[in-house]
Structure formats: C-alpha cells, structure tokens
C-alpha cells in the first residue's frame, strides 16, 4: 500500500518562501496526480496546486503566480515551491496523490497528514 511522507513545514516572515516536499512510497503502484491542499482555521480544506501525470498544473486564483508545483517521478515526489508568503497563506497543507494499484488493479487517491506553515511577523 501506498505511503506518503511530507516535510518543509515551518513559521516563515511575510514575504518569505518555504517548500513543501511529498514522497510516495509502496510498490506496484503509478501515480496519476500529485497536489497539495491547505485548511485553515475555520475555512474549508482548498485546493493550492495540482499536477497530472501528464505534467498539467492547476492554481487557484489567491496563489497563481505565487506557489509552484514540481515531480520528481524518478522519487515519486511532489513538491510545492512557495514565493511571497502572506499571512493568509497560514495554513495546515496536506498532499494527496491519486494512483493505480497494479495489485487491486483499481485508482486510488490517499492524503497525507499535514504539515502546519505560518506565515507571521
């Protein structure tokens, strides 16, 4: 079965930058999307970034132009470059990853269990 590892976590100045990095680890799997999500005190979990197996990112609006998504499928890890930090940006960010299981022969999608970022002076 599939596990995922996040890290990069921490408290940031506005305007600083983090990244975020998440390893897929299991065997006879294949990774169809990698993304990140964020949930805030009292704000419903959204979407940050996402990227296809096919290379396609997807950005909200609050963090285009900011945040950055990456893979590395070689390390079946996906990573979040984030720019310019706001205070709104504060946030407990989770990976998700959707895979085929070779074994159950069936798509999957698993999260992680977080990493908190604060972005604060």
């Known amino acids: 079965q599939v596990q995922l590892v996040e890290s990069g976590g921490g408290l940031v100045q506005p305007g600083g930058s983090l990244r975020l990095s998440c390893a897929a680890s299991g065997s006879t799997f294949s990774i169809n999307h990698m993304g990140w999500y964020r949930q805030a005190p009292g704000r419903e979990r959204e979407l940050v970034a996402t990227?296809?197996?096919?290379?396609?990112?997807n950005y909200p609006d609050s963090v285009k132009g900011r945040f950055t998504i990456s893979r590395d499928s070689a390390k079946n890890t996906v990573y979040l470059q984030m720019n310019t930090l706001k205070p709104d940006d504060t946030a407990v960010y989770y990976c998700n990853v959707g895979y085929y299981s070779r074994i159950a022969r069936s798509s999957l999608d698993i999260w992680g269990k977080g990493t908190l970022v604060t972005i604060s002076s």
């Open positions: 990227i296809t197996s096919g290379g396609s990112e």
